[in-house]
């Protein structure tokens, strides 16, 4: 691969037509901070997690009616059962005659009204999943500064959360709208401060509802003392997967210290079941709020250190040391390098990358600025293979798709990745041996030939191969594309290509 190659293949997201890194394309790279837009219009046209919260404690108002409702009728059916039972039995002519002359009651339907409205929710939900997908694949084939989406699409992944639960479905997408995008170009701290506390990361990981054991909610309670209520999932994966990385000395108590210090971390305006309203959280639906009466007292040890702070502000210290960890350094470094450069990462590139974590505070300009200046990035061979997202936006750049396909968002699940639905909060696997297995590959060669079909002959698969891999193209590949039958199959052979699924 040529450096204009690499540029716009490894580092971007594929070429488009008329792509031309130019003399220097490292200069080209780096030049896309200035161009880089936070709020493309395809994204700023969707609704924010304000509203979306919004709607989620409506469905939180109307459930909680429905089953008070529902209830109270099963209340009043049990007390006329009993006095049905508890009554003497009346004569048999007298008994057919009220059974002759009693009231119609309404036909029994089977609708639940509790499963109705949540099957309401859900495809409020899901309506908003499917804008917000497309949004995002329409605002990665148009861009103009690829290398910036990728990273979006790299932080995104590292923050996983997945469209799994009825309230992150419609709020997977805002967490990469509102907390990674407007960060992508600033500091890491500021960044995982606004994702830990983005409304879909309090809900995904289950922290929005923990409760510390000995908080006033649980002492008002009558049952102080027992370990009610503390969830510990966000702590947790703040320490394993978003900060200092597994085995990096931190221990099971440290976990359990971290989540009592972040209890009381929660949102505003969403569940709106008596209990918390009167915990008093009135903000914007899906701001975040932090609700004293459910937070654990006390100094807490984590790391070996002590946290005498009270309330939010202890959390938020220990979050700010653990942005700016030598471990962290460490573990951001590692992931970036596997990125770039290769599902081992290359040590020296890993050093390097950390070394500039550490000395800039986690300023990512500055890393990004080192990974664009590392010679490990700019070995010829390919050292990546494309994931499914990958090679589907690639795939519609280099036929210039201007507007968003129709099943783009369908064919990236087809292929085994819906988008923001990892399943898991480690997000999607980073190397080659999850994505490049036979029938992986069958799927894509099934899906370049449709799309193919599609172009109908329209299209010069010769010249375009030689615009997306400038000096790159192989003399296999090219004289595959040269021998087709027809452009289309000509077309297709291109989006199988080696140079098309590696970078």
């Keep these: 691969m040529t450096d204009a190659s690499i540029a716009l293949n490894r580092f971007g997201l594929g070429a488009t037509p008329g792509d031309r890194p130019g003399a220097d394309p490292k200069k080209w790279l780096i030049a896309q901070f200035d161009r880089f837009e936070p709020r493309p219009a395809a994204i700023a046209a969707l609704p924010g997690s304000a509203q979306l919260c919004d709607e989620l404690g409506q469905h939180s108002a109307r459930d909680s009616q429905i089953r008070r409702q529902v209830n109270a009728t099963k209340r009043a059916q049990r007390r006329a059962a009993a006095r049905a039972a508890a009554a003497p039995s009346p004569a048999p002519d007298m008994a057919m005659g009220e059974a002759m002359t009693a009231p119609q009651t309404a036909p029994q339907t089977n609708v639940n009204p509790i499963s109705e409205e949540l099957r ?20 990665a084939v148009t861009t103009s500064a690829p290398f910036v989406e990728r990273l979006v699409h790299f932080w995104s992944n590292h923050f996983a959360v997945s469209a799994d639960k009825l309230e992150t479905i419609g709020l997977t997408g805002t967490l990469e709208f509102e907390a990674v995008r407007p960060h992508v170009l600033g500091r890491f701290g500021d960044m995982l401060n606004a994702v830990e506390r983005h409304p879909s990361m309090l809900f995904f990981l289950d922290q929005a509802q923990s409760v510390g054991p000995n908080s006033p909610v649980v002492r008002a309670s009558g049952r102080s003392g027992r370990k009610r209520g503390l969830n510990e999932n966000l702590a947790r994966e703040i320490l394993e997967l978003h900060t200092l990385g597994v085995r990096t000395g931190y221990s099971q108590a440290d976990v359990t210290e971290f989540a009592r210090a972040m209890t009381g971390w929660t949102i505003a305006g969403v569940d709106r079941r008596p209990p918390f309203l009167a915990l008093g959280l009135t903000g914007e639906p899906g701001s975040f709020a932090f609700a004293a009466k459910m937070h654990e007292p006390g100094t807490r040890m984590i790391l070996g250190k002590t946290w005498p702070q009270q309330g939010e502000a202890q959390a938020a210290a220990v979050l700010d040391m653990l942005a700016v960890h030598p471990a962290t350094a460490r573990h951001i470094a590692t992931k970036l390098a596997r990125h770039f450069a290769g599902d081992d990462p290359p040590p020296a590139l890993v050093a390097r990358l950390e070394a500039a974590f550490l000395k800039s505070d986690g300023d990512l300009p500055t890393v990004y ?32 798709a201007q507007q968003q396909r129709k099943g783009t968002v369908g064919l990236i699940s087809q292929l085994g990745q819906p988008v923001w639905r990892p399943g898991s909060p480690a997000g999607w696997d980073d190397v080659a041996g999850s994505w490049a297995g036979p029938d992986a590959i069958m799927r894509r060669v099934e899906a370049a030939e449709r799309i193919a079909q599609r172009t109908r002959d329209t299209l010069d698969p010769r010249a375009r191969a030689a615009e997306l891999f400038p000096g790159s193209l192989s003399d296999a590949t090219a004289q595959a594309i040269s021998r087709a039958e027809s452009p289309s199959q000509g077309l297709a052979l291109l989006l199988v290509a080696p140079e098309m699924m590696r970078r």
């Design 120 to 139: 309401r929710a859900r495809e409020e939900a899901r309506a908003h999943y499917t804008e917000q997908t497309t949004a995002r694949a329409q605002a």
């Design 369 to 400: 600025r080192a990974l664009v200046a590392s010679p490990e990035c700019w070995v010829p061979q390919p050292v990546k293979f494309k994931t499914p997202w990958e090679w589907t936006i690639s795939v519609e750049r280099a036929l210039g």
